[in-house]
């Protein structure tokens, strides 16, 4: 698999989302800069990583997602091809109209940081095809704005189609029907909350979050 990760100003997990892809595919990821204008050639994924891009002004993942290389990742969602936000990624996703919803503040105004607790809801996806008959998962969060927030019609659809891919069986922040992660209509950009790449190396220990790699391996 031929992998990129996003690296805007604050990013702050752009390294660990890399070695977690490096650690699965053996393969190099590139690291893209966000005033870049074109993404590498022949690519699978890219990943918009966690963090606190621009300081988090105005909204969270509002100024990122107007950076130059955002226009380049929207064509290679487009062309059907897979893009992963993780934290302030999907925080990016949702501002730059590649994923629907919002993400607020949490409902206790306070920044949390913990293992969740998570529901797999569809396994059936490319993000999410290696749990299988795994249904339940634990994957820390560390946000401050993370309560998922999309109008009722717009929740009846994305649950409907099968866009919801994780719930919170703990929820952290306030996301409405304890929303964890999304994926889009066709089903090539997810976007969640919960940190996997912090939760995937054996000699950690914990590898909750592996299965979204190992998922991604064998979609590429």
């Not at 204008?37 to 606190?52: C, E, Q, Y």
């Not at 100024?63 to 380049?72: E, L």
């Not at 990742?73 to 091809?81: C, E, L, P, S």
């Not at 919960?194 to 909750?208: I, K, N």
């Amino acid at each position: 698999m031929k992998s990129a990760v996003v690296v805007f100003p604050g990013s702050n997990c752009d390294r660990d989302a890399a070695r977690a892809l490096e650690r699965l595919s053996g393969k190099p990821t590139t690291m893209v800069w966000h005033k870049d204008t074109a993404l590498p050639d022949g690519l699978d994924l890219v990943v918009l990583p966690g963090g606190f891009s621009y300081g988090d002004y105005l909204r969270s993942g509002a100024m990122s997602a107007r950076s130059p290389v955002m226009r380049a990742v929207a064509a290679h969602a487009q062309a059907g091809r897979l893009v992963l936000g993780i934290c302030n990624g999907f925080q990016v996703l949702t501002e730059a109209g590649l994923l629907p919803g919002a993400l607020l503040k949490n409902a206790s105004q306070r920044f949390v940081c913990r293992e969740i607790p998570l529901a797999v809801t569809n396994a059936n996806t490319a993000f999410t095809r290696a749990f299988r008959e795994q249904r339940e998962t634990a994957i820390p969060v560390a946000h401050g704005d993370g309560n998922f927030y999309a109008d009722d019609a717009t929740l009846d659809r994305i649950e409907g189609e099968g866009q919801v891919v994780f719930r919170y069986l703990d929820n952290p922040n306030g996301s409405a029907r304890d929303i964890a992660g999304i994926i889009n209509e066709r089903g090539n950009v997810m976007g969640l909350m919960p940190h996997p790449e912090r939760v995937s190396d054996p000699q950690l220990g914990r590898l909750g979050g592996a299965p979204i790699f190992q998922s991604l391996m064998e979609a590429a």
